[in-house]
């Protein structure tokens, strides 16, 4: 649809309408109102070169499109039938809950043992272990390749999949070759294409599922669906939405949460929805509240950030990780809440 | 704390800090860091203008003040053990349900005593019923004075209170000699201080709430709070904080929702919060997860809109209001999980 | 232009469509691509109520309307060759300098007095000076009706006219029985419907201008043009916009600096633009850079505080405001880019 | 500073806040004031862990810092008297132009040597020119190795540095080999941390620059002068800030123009601000505004996307790419008011 700046365009400027759509393969109808004539785009309209050109015309006010970009995020694509699981359980079905350290601490590896234990205890079905870590302060502590055999020590000791964030090839090639069941692509890189190209080319094939957090800063629904595009784009369709929170924050929360895109991004897109209310909140007593306000929207699953002993922790654990002893309530908590609820379009919810 | 340019200030410098507050009854007291040196206020620290002084000077960043500027409104205040009640709830106990109209059709006052008998009926403690309406645009309806009359013949109808924006002292004066006995001051007049006064001055004394709506863009907590501390310093303390959605909205909802600031505000203030989903999501079929949301998040109640035929409605109605059986749905969602729910700060919630 | 959610719609429902548009006097005209069909709304689509009618069916995603709702206002409307004066200055020919104190001493009114022939001498046109003030805070220095006198008395003592902020019917009827010239709308009730209708009806037929501030927290051109045209519709057209920055701040500026949207301003509508980089940033050592930015964007004036003694000045005087000397020179080199620069889509400028 | 949550700490509290700052070498002293006791952090405090820490303890409300995490980028830093030079121009003395192609057309090397030499003709002193594209659609174009050769061609024929963005350690590999002077990462990347190492480890010893371009979403400005830290970390110092808008963008613009964070940037760091107009507000026509606002603010120059032929370019060329004749009235324009200005902080600017 493209909206002039006049209410009607002269022949030839029409003509040049013409002229960059026709490179495209597609038509221009005229659609003549009272007041003023618009001008809609007819065939695949989805070429942003095409979009720009005509933008750059003077006598163009805006171009409106109204196909979606992703072709396979889509919900109304082939995939929307596809389920993606972690842990036993089928995302759509049951409530997934991944829990565990912001950081590993390769000091003290039992901590991690211990915490792995105690979450799946609780109730959760795949356990998260930090590796590496991005920190705005380069001289911050940044994670141990050491971390990784403790994180798969603690898969191996509980039964459970594990999920660690990667940040660059190098970190993705040794995740995949130790088996990390869960690769989470953090969200300072949201926007990092070549790493979304780098993990969905590597995990073709593999058993292997994709937690994409949400960008940092408030960003477009449009924006965070297209990352996971340049992911799925490669054959593996076993990704999941993570909102975790955005930019700035509210007065006292440490990010904005944003659990309630929830109904918005499924109205959109298949793929599941597991919300990190750990970070969206930043301390750990709002935890509990924003986790069930985020099954109370339809998420299909919660990463929550648990330790044995918080006060100990590396990272963000001192102030957000929960013990398990609240992780523990706030599942059962979950679980029933999950279960009152329906369909958002139903009349009861 | 007053935070100087340089590391350390020369005692000329020091002086002028001095100075400025002495003058209003505060010292300074030095802070000898390794690097640096800050200076505290020590005395009551909450005048604007020695601020504003103190960082006008050219050697100072700036004022961190620690102190909360709502001596009323302010959780440590004596009004901490005040109760609000509406509609035979009292707030902090019961989940308080208000619901109704946006707009009252004049031409059809049948509409809102049928949707008033509805509302009662699904579980509505109280009617909401707009009168007068702001506008962005200055030729769309703006309300009607007959719609006061039609209002208050659905309270007296239902036997229940009835809530309605006024939105100057005319629209006041009416409303209160009307016995309206919910006063709603809406989002776009958040910091009308001259109406706020108005407001309080003219409800001190009387068995009247005050319905205080959050500011319609994203503003600090400090100044949603300090719009209540407006009404309450002249005497009478039924202020209900509502948040209600911020613009920008969300990709696909009318605002931003903003329940999730219920447990920042319950930390700062004894006020109880009524969520309005309704404007939140600006679509009605996104409002039970919004509403069961903010229960999550430890609302003390809910404003909606519903209609019995939101096709009829004016305002937002075909828009956003709910059915009468979509509410019912609701309210005993929402009272379940406001049973279930308990302290945000406690370990199952 | 309706965006059904689905690609195609029903018979049934373009009947629909229909029949809502048809109670407004408009049509539909169905636009068919290859993949998906819109639906065009011919006839006059600016019918708030039809559209959220529209926006409340269940099978439409959003309507998208295309004509300018400011009858007045807009760009092209008779309006667009009237010439708003103020102190001897055609805004849009000259640049408009009005300059003064944030708020008036009521105990020192030579301070005042010496800052008006001051800013006269440095060059100013119109003299601003705040005679009651809005606060966040209720127990600050709300102004004082005495200040008045002396906001008068600087205007005879000079021969400019001045400018200053009313928040309500008694304050605006004072200022208007004074003589006041300019008459501000201050930030905070930019969207107070009830008193730009009070100010638009007072000031027909009279000699006086509005200055109209932008809203405090990020909003729409939309939202600022609309409340321009609530005053306009009785019939004065002497409005200036005024960007003043918006919340949230910029990391270290008072407010998010604004002047940026002149131009986008000024391709929608006639009115003149005055920027106010005081409040914009919010110290005065960086007022400068702000003034000169506005002027680079296209702004026909600029509104700056400034004081003869800016320590000694009562609200955010001590802060931002600039003394004469530094207003002389800021209006030197303002008046040079401005006499520098053409229309922003010429080549050079 | 650690501000409790209550007016003062038990001895016990106070005890647990003296062994976690102990672990990091530094002490407690409270400040006792009348109402309210904090607790200030005597010695090096800027420990990402220890703050985390003590943040975590339930008593305590906030810690605030006050030193800069900024070893290397702050102002008062070592390198604080560092020029970075780019094609001749010492940034801090003259204005730095740059300007090209947002994107090279691997088919049309022709269309690129033409811009080259007219960018030159108008007065820049370095080309830009996009070999790798990053796209929100995976299906987009995302640039052609074989434009590297163009680029450097284009570099040969002028004698000018060029500048081009790299996303990942293949791209960075590439460009240096190829003898690519200015290395830009984009708004993309800003907080991706292990391209940034990468960058700075590639580039130390090298005379290589890097235009480190402001995070695409609204930051704070220690986020992107933390960006910069972790190049300048690795011994290379010639880095330079680049604002080129944020996201969401203004009603009208591609993004929020940001050229006014300049100044707070500038009180900061000593690194050179260069802006870029074009992503800025992404349309040509206004272009030469914000440019020049950008020198009203203080920039150490400019970034411009210029083309010979706008309607021929890729990527964003059609839309916001200026014609060499634009761009030396631009110049010129910008010239003569950055030799009119002089430091802020002076009277006349």
Chains 1, 2, 3, 4 share one sequence.
Request: net charge neutral.
């Amino acid at each position: 649809m493209i909206l002039p700046k006049n209410n009607r365009l002269t022949e030839p400027e029409v003509d040049q309408l013409r002229a960059i759509v026709g490179e495209f393969g597609c038509r221009i109808q005229p659609i003549v109102g009272d007041v003023r004539t618009i001008y809609a785009i007819v065939g695949d309209e989805r070429h942003e070169l095409m979009i720009n050109r005509l933008e750059g015309l003077e006598f163009v006010d805006r171009v409106d499109t109204i196909q979606s970009p992703h072709k396979l995020m889509d919900i109304k694509s082939d995939l929307a039938r596809h389920r993606v699981k972690v842990g036993g359980v089928t995302l759509g079905q049951d409530l997934l809950i991944m829990a565990g350290h912001c950081t590993i601490d390769p000091k003290n590896p039992n901590l991690f043992y211990e915490t792995a234990a105690a979450v799946k205890e609780a109730g959760a079905h795949a356990i998260r272990g930090g590796v590496w870590k991005p920190r705005t302060n380069p001289y911050a502590f940044q994670g141990d390749n050491k971390s990784l055999d403790i994180l798969m020590e603690g898969s191996r000791r509980t039964g459970l999949p594990v999920d660690t964030e990667v940040m660059d090839e190098e970190q993705l090639k040794l995740a995949l070759a130790a088996g990390v069941q869960v690769l989470q692509i953090g969200a300072r890189n949201a926007l990092n294409y070549s790493l979304l190209r780098q993990v969905g080319a590597a995990i073709a094939g593999k058993p292997v599922a994709v937690l994409l957090k949400r960008g940092m800063h408030t960003g477009t629904l449009n924006e965070f669906i297209s990352a996971a595009e340049y992911i799925v784009n490669f054959g593996n369709p076993n990704v999941i939405l993570c909102p975790r929170g955005t930019q700035p924050g509210l007065d006292g929360y440490r990010n904005h949460p944003d659990e309630s895109i929830t109904p918005l991004l499924k109205e959109r897109t298949w793929a599941p929805v597991v919300v990190d209310p750990s970070h969206s909140v930043g301390k750990a007593h709002y935890v509990p509240a924003c986790a069930l306000a985020a099954v109370a929207y339809g998420a299909d699953g919660l990463c929550i950030e648990a330790h044995v002993e918080p006060s100990r922790g590396l990272g963000d654990d001192p102030k957000q990780a929960v013990t398990p002893a609240v992780l523990a309530g706030l599942i059962k908590d979950a679980k029933a809440l999950h279960a009152a609820r329906r369909s958002p379009r139903t009349a009861t919810l």
